[in-house]
DNA sequence: GCGACAG
DNA sequence: ATCTTGTCGC
């Protein structure tokens, strides 16, 4: 009776504001414009050339349909943390796999706007260039923002990669299959010795050396970089720290 | 038609 | 994404 398509667009909710999509098919239609907007040449800040990285990330509240997005500002040369912010909102656009852009940049782009100045560099949770549509959070976020953007995702997603040598800063092209020749979009970057990889894609404003660079300057101790770790930990932390604050003191919830 | 599918 | 304890190892 009903599609996939038709059901994920059942649980979109209520009408969204200012301009976002309603529908897939309005989501897929920005995409093309966001990719034709993107930069995708400028070698953009090297490490060394950056003061203020960010991590962003969201954390989501089944139930409550809460969710809260984190800015995690570290410096680029010590890691450490120079400023936080938080946002809490509600889900305007469900989870489909090559539209994640649509459900969390509205509180990506709210949560910097809490920073006092803008980071010279982003770190998204996620693909850039990496995408479909070649239109993925990072791109998305950077085209908006007008900040150099880059991806770092936990997954292969739809592409293929050979297994990078063992050591840390060892990589293998990350390669979209449905191209032919299958086209290079990202790269899989061991940041730990003999740990699975993080899939790197450049966004916006920032070539793949450079945003594997960054990713392993990012990457001292852990497979993910700080920026990442930093924004996940924080989102959660403020979640679960929202969701306390709403529930009755013993429990007389329900009413 | 079916399976896969960033977070 | 999220549900979840302990456990092995540097």
């Not at 907007?37 to 991590?55: F, H, K, N, Q, T």
Request: proline share 9%; charged share 25%.
């Amino acid at each position: 009776m009903t599609d996939a398509v038709t059901d994920r667009e059942d649980t979109m909710g209520a009408p969204t504001a200012g301009g976002w999509p309603a529908t897939e098919a309005e989501a897929v239609a920005e995409q093309e414009r966001i990719r034709a907007a993107a930069d995708l040449s400028s070698p953009g800040p090297a490490p060394g050339e950056v003061r203020r990285i960010a991590g962003v990330d969201v954390t989501y509240d089944e139930e409550s349909d809460l969710l809260v997005a984190a800015a995690v500002v570290l410096d680029a040369d010590t890691l450490e943390v120079v400023e936080e912010a938080v946002h809490t909102g509600r889900s305007r656009f469900p989870y489909v796999p090559g539209l994640l852009a649509f459900r969390e940049l509205p509180g990506v782009l709210a949560v910097l706007e809490e920073l006092s100045a803008p980071p010279e560099v982003v770190v998204c949770d996620g693909y850039g260039y990496a995408h479909p549509r070649r239109a993925g959070l990072a791109v998305h976020l950077g085209v908006l923002t007008g900040l150099p953007c880059f991806g770092v995702a936990k997954s292969p997603f739809v592409f293929d990669h050979a297994e990078p040598g063992p050591l840390r800063g060892d990589s293998s092209p990350l390669l979209d299959p449905l191209r032919s020749p299958p086209e290079v979009v990202g790269r899989a970057l061991r940041t730990r010795p003999g740990v699975k990889p993080v899939f790197v894609s450049a966004g916006h404003g920032i070539s793949l050396d450079h945003a594997c660079a960054h990713t392993l300057r990012l990457t001292p101790r852990y497979r993910l970089p700080e920026t990442t770790r930093g924004a996940d930990g924080l989102s959660r932390r403020a979640l679960r720290e929202l969701k306390a604050g709403r529930r009755e003191p013993y429990g007389a919830a329900e009413r």
